[in-house]
């Protein structure tokens, strides 16, 4: 039987699975253009050309709070991920505030996307908060030769977790 993915793999996939789904953001970011870190070892372009714009990229920061208490029957992980675009075009109503939005509302989707995610039989994500963006215009020489708006989209996910299937993976 093969060993169950993890949590954190599991909401990762499944978050960049929703991203490249989306008919709306490939239509404005062609769906090679949206980059995630699942299975190429390195998948970030060092020469970027007009083709490979705008960009997006989905990174993930790591657990940024929790709560695991020894008298408690249940756990929780706070899970920071960002968006990040990459536009290399100055217009913002016509190609970044587009991206943006559609992004939220991908993101909005969470309870029919990561929401029904389970392991060990047990639905483990149950909010989505996003926590802020921040938006500019790039440095070309900060951003891989890059011009044009830029943005980073940060949200959180609240994981929670019986903590005695936690203490089942030791």
């Not at 940024?64 to 929780?76: D, P």
């Not at 505030?97 to 509302?105: G, N």
Request: net charge negative; aromatic share 8%.
């Amino acid at each position: 039987m093969p060993k169950e993915i993890n949590p954190y793999s599991q909401v990762y996939s499944e978050l960049l699975s929703g991203l490249k789904a989306s008919k709306s953001l490939r239509d404005l970011c062609k769906d090679q253009n949206i980059i995630g870190f699942e299975h190429k070892r390195n998948p970030i372009r060092s020469n970027v050309q007009a083709g490979n714009l705008p960009e997006l990229t989905l990174m993930c920061n790591g657990n940024i709070a929790g709560n695991i208490s020894a008298t408690s029957s249940s756990s929780m992980f706070k899970r920071e991920y960002e968006i990040i675009i990459s536009t290399g075009d100055i217009r913002l109503i016509e190609v970044q505030e587009p991206i943006e939005f559609i992004c939220s509302c991908i993101l909005s989707n969470w309870p029919d996307m990561v929401g029904k995610l389970t392991w060990r039989d047990k639905s483990y994500v149950k909010a989505l908060y996003f926590t802020e963006s921040d938006n500019g215009v790039s440095d070309a020489k900060a951003n891989r030769g890059i011009n044009g708006w830029n943005s980073v989209i940060t949200f959180n996910l609240d994981l929670y977790f019986t903590t005695n299937d936690l203490k089942g993976e030791i």
